[in-house]
C-alpha cells in the first residue's frame, strides 16, 4: 500500500513542477534574465489584457490583485494567486500570464484569458408547450449568462426532476451544445426522453396482524395505488410525498396504542413478472389493442384467427413480443413492499396531576376525558393538552384565563407490561396582561374599524378564544383574505404582559356586479356597483378620492335592472354598521323604483299629439326603508336583532296578472324585526364551520280592527280591501356547516377540506281577519333556480333545482312553504382573487295554500351537481344541473334535469 502511494506522488510530482514553471511564461523576448531556480524582485510595469471580449480589462487586472508599480518576485506566489483569484470567477476556461518584456528591474505583462461560452439562447424539446412553459418558470437561464460545467449539471438536474416529480421515473436529459455564429454565443438544446409514467400498482404490507392492509393504505394520503375506477388519483410516485405517508403510517399505529411499530424496511420495484395470459384472452378486442403497433405480432395472430397458421407459430411471435414488453410495459409500475414490526399495544393507567393550583385535579381530569385503560394515543393526549379545535384542551382552559405563560409535559413515570403512567408536569405561569395591541398590512381600511373589532383590549386579561373570535370578526368584514391573517403574540414574563400584532392583507371588496337571470320567459339583466368599504365622511374631500373615498367600512350600493320595455328597477342602499362608532349598531337606509309593463310604451302619437297609451299594461312599485341593527349579548354575542321599518306603493295600469283588481292602487307598510345567530367559520364565500340561524317576523299595522270597513259587504271592491294591505308572515332558517376531512394547512398551501351544509327553512304568511282574506303580496313561490326574472311583484322566490321556476306553487302564490337542502362542498382554490368549489346537492320542498294541507314531510325532491365561481368585480357565479325525483301533477311535461344558471345575486334562499 505505502510502495503505492510512493509511486503515485512520484508520478505527479512533474505535473506540480510543470504548472509552478507556467505560472509566468516569456514569450518573444530573450529568456535568460529570469533565472527560474534562483526568484528575482521586479517591479511591475503597465498590465495589459488580451482575450477578453466580454469583461472589462481593468475589471479582470483588479481582480488578480497586481497593480502596476507592485514589488513581485519572478516566479512567486503572486502570479500563482492572481491566477486563482481570476479561477475563482468561473467566467474563463484559461488563463495565462505572459511577460511582454523586461526593461532592467521593471517587468512588463500580459494577461490571457480565454472567457467561457455566453448563453444566446436554450431550446426544450420532447414535452408539450404547457410542460415547457412551467419549466422555463425554473430555469434560472437567461441570455448573456455564462455556461459553466456547473450551470449546466445543475439546469439538466433541474429538468429532470422536473419530470420526475410528474412520474416520469425513466425520463433522460441530453444537452446538445451548438455555437451561435450571429450572437457569437452558446445554443443549449435539451433533449428530453420522458419515457412512460411509472405508476404505484400495489402496496404489500409484510408484518401486520393487527391492522388490515385495507386500514393502512388509507393513511397514504398522497402515495396511492392506480386504479381505474378512480380518476383523480393518477398512482404518481413522489418521494417527498412518500416520506409524509410513512409518518402517518407510524401515526396510524400510535393511535392505536401502538407507540413501538416501526418500519422495518421498505423496498421498492419495478413489476417485470410476465402475467399468464391465455390464448383465448388474445383473440378479443383487448388483445388487438396490445399488440397495436406490433406487426410481427398482429400478422399471425391473423393468419391464426383465419386457420392458416398455428397456435405454436403465433406463441412464438407472442414470446418474443413479451420480451420486449417486460422491459418497456411492465416498467410502468412499480410495487412497494413495507416490512412492518408493530411491537405490543399500550394502556393509559394511572394519570396524575403536578403543579396546579388553580384548578383540581379532578376538574383537569374532567377536561382532558382519557381514562384509565383507554388505548394509548399520544396524539389524542396531545389534542387534549393542547390546541384542541374544538377548544376542550388543557391549554384553552388556562389560556382563557390569562395563563399564557403555562405549559404542561407530559412524562411517562412507569411502563408495566403493557400499562403505563402518565405524571403531567404544569407550570402555570402568572396571569397574563395585554399590554399593547397593534395592526400590520391594512393599506386601505382605518385602523379605527378594525380596533372596534378587536376583542383584546390593553389592560384586559390575554384570553386565547378572545383572539379567535377576533381572528373571525375580522374575516367576517370581508376587508382581507382569512388565508393570510396572523396573530403573533409577544409575552414578556419579566412584567407579566404581552403585546399581540394582527396581521391583515387587503383584498378587494368593492364589486361591479353584472347579474342575469332568466325567468317568465325572458332574459333580465343587471348592472350594479356596491362600495363595501366605503366612507361617507371623506365624501367632499378631493383627496380622498383614490378612485373613491373608502376604507370607514360602509357599503353604498347602486343597481339598476331592466329587460327593455317589459322591466325596469332601480335601487340605491347606504349601510353604517357602526352608528355613532361606540357599539355595532348598524343603519341602513334604503330606495328603490321598479315598473312592469307588457312592453307597451307610456305615451304613442296620435294625430301629430303624445297622448297616454290605452294598451299599456304596467305595475309600478316606489319603495323606501329604514332598518337598525343591535349586537347582543345574550345568550352570547352571535346574536343580533334587526329592526326595519318599510314602505311600499303599489300602482296598477290595467294590470291583470295574479292580483284580484287591475286597476288601482295599494300601500304596503310594514315592520320586520329579525333575530339572528351568525357562528360562521372561515371565507365568508366559503364557511369551513358554524352555524347560522334567523327568526324573521313582518307585520303590517291591523287596520281591519280600526278602519270601520265592512269586508263583508258585496260593494266593496277589491281596489278598496287592500287599499292598505294587513298581514303578519314568518320565517325560520338554519344552517349548519361542517367540517368532515378536517385538515390543517400545509406550509404555502391552503386546506382543503370536505364541507357539509345542511339547512332547512320554513315560512308562512297569515292574515289578521279572516274576512279579509290572504294578502296578494309577499306570498312564496317556490322552484327552478330563484330567479325572479322580471317578475318582482311583492312576491318572495324559493329555489328548488331540478324544477322549473316557480312550478310548485300556484300561479298567486303560497302562503305556507318548507324546503330542506343538503350539499357537499369541495374547494378547488379559496384564493380572495377567484374563490372556486364543485358542490353535490339533495334538497326537497314543497309550498301548500292553505294551513290544514300543510305536510313539511310531503316535499319534491331533487339531486344534481354544481360549481361556484367567485370573482370580485362580479359576485358569485353558479351553474347547476338539477336532477328531480318527483313528477309534478300540473306539470306533467316537464323535463327531467335542466341547467340552472345564476350570476351575482344570491336569491332564493330559505
Known sequence: MYKKLAFLLIALLPVFTSNAQQAVQVGGMDTTAIDFSNPQEYELGPIIVTGATHLDEKVIILLTGLNEGDKVFVPGDKFSTAIENLWKQGLFEDIQIKARKIEGRTIFLNIVVQERPRLAKFALRGMTKSEADDLREKLSLNRGKVVTDALVASTEYTVRTFFVDKGYLDAKVTIVKSKDEEEDGLILTFLVEKNHKVKI????????????????????????????????????????????????????????????????????????????????????????????????????????????????????????????????????????????????????????????????????????????????????????????????????LYMDDGYLFFNVSPVETQVTGDSIDIEMRIFEGKQATINKVSIVGNTKTNDRVIMREIRTRPGQLFRRSDVLRTQRQLSQLGYFDPEKMNVVPTPNPANGTVDIEYTVEEKPSDQIELSGGYGGGRIVGTLGVSFNNFSGRNFFKKGAWRPLPSGDGQRLSIRAQSNGLYFQSYNIS?????????????????????????????????????????????????????????????????????????????????????????????????????????????????????????????????YSAFNGVDYTSPTLTDQQRYKFVEYQKYKFTATFYTNLTNKKPKEGKEARNLILRTSAGFGFLSSYNNKVGLSPFERFYLGGSGLTGY?????????????????????????????????????????????????????????????????????????????????????????????????????????????HFTIGASIGEL
Open 791 to 899: 317578475a318582482l311583484d311583492g312576491r318572495e322566490i324559493i329555489a328548488l333545482r331540478g324544477y322549473d321556476d316557480q312550478s310548485l306553487s300556484s300561479r298567486t302564490g303560497s302562503a305556507y312553504i318548507t324546503k330542506y337542502s343538503l350539499e357537499l362542498r369541495f374547494p378547488i382554490t379559496t384564493n380572495p382573487q377567484a374563490t372556486i368549489f364543485i358542490l353535490g346537492f339533495a334538497e326537497g320542498g314543497n309550498s301548500w295554500q292553505k294551513a290544514k294541507d300543510f305536510n313539511p314531510f310531503n316535499v319534491y325532491r331533487s339531486t344534481g351537481l354544481g360549481v361556484r365561481v367567485y370573482l370580485p368585480m362580479f359576485g358569485l357565479l353558479g351553474f347547476d344541473y338539477g336532477w328531480r325525483l318527483d313528477d309534478v301533477p300540473s306539470n306533467p311535461t316537464m323535463q327531467k334535469g335542466q341547467f
Open 574 to 702: 347606504f349601510t353604517e354598521p357602526w352608528l355613532g362608532g361606540k357599539k355595532p349598531n348598524s343603519f341602513s337606509v334604503t330606495a328603490y323604483y321598479s315598473v312592469q309593463t307588457n312592453g307597451q310604451k307610456k305615451k304613442i302619437n296620435y294625430n301629430g299629439e303624445k297622448i297616454v297609451n290605452p294598451d299599456r299594461q304596467s305595475l309600478d312599485i316606489f319603495g323606501a326603508s329604514v332598518g337598525f341593527g343591535k349586537q347582543l349579548k345574550w345568550p352570547d354575542d352571535y346574536f343580533t336583532l334587526y329592526h326595519e321599518f318599510d314602505y311600499q306603493y303599489y300602482t296598477l295600469n290595467n294590470f291583470g296578472s295574479i292580483f284580484s283588481f287591475s286597476n288601482g292602487f295599494s300601500n304596503n307598510i310594514y315592520y320586520k324585526a329579525a333575530l339572528q345567530r351568525n357562528s360562521l367559520q372561515g371565507n365568508p364565500i366559503f364557511p369551513s364551520g358554524g352555524s347560522q340561524f334567523a327568526l324573521t317576523g313582518q307585520w303590517t299595522p291591523p
Open 201 to 396: 400498482k400495489n402496496i404489500n404490507f409484510i408484518g401486520n396482524k393487527s391492522l388490515g392492509t385495507f386500514k393502512l393504505r388509507r393513511t397514504f394520503k398522497e402515495t396511492k395505488r392506480k386504479r381505474w375506477w378512480n380518476p383523480f388519483n393518477n398512482g404518481k410516485f413522489d418521494e417527498e410525498n412518500y416520506e409524509k405517508d410513512k409518518k402517518a403510517f407510524i401515526a396510524k399505529y400510535n393511535g392505536k396504542g401502538f407507540r413501538d411499530a416501526t418500519i422495518v424496511r421498505d423496498t421498492m420495484y419495478r413489476n417485470n413478472d410476465k402475467q399468464k395470459l391465455q390464448f383465448g384472452k388474445y383473440l378479443g378486442a383487448g388483445y388487438r389493442r396490445i399488440v397495436k403497433g406490433t406487426p410481427m405480432v398482429a400478422q399471425d395472430y391473423h393468419r391464426v384467427k383465419k386457420g392458416k397458421h398455428s397456435k405454436f407459430k403465433f406463441w412464438q411471435s407472442l414470446k418474443t413480443f413479451h420480451a420486449v414488453r417486460d422491459t418497456s410495459y411492465y416498467r410502468r409500475f412499480l410495487t412497494i413492499d413495507m416490512y412492518v414490526s408493530e411491537g405490543n399495544k399500550y394502556y393509559f393507567r394511572d394519570i396524575l396531576w403536578v403543579g396546579n393550583s388553580k384548578y383540581s385535579s379532578k376538574d383537569l381530569n374532567s377536561v382532558l376525558n382519557i381514562h384509565k385503560g383507554d388505548v394509548y394515543d399520544q396524539e389524542n393526549l396531545d389534542t387534549k393538552l393542547f390546541n384542541n379545535p374544538n377548544g376542550s384542551d388543557i391549554s384553552s
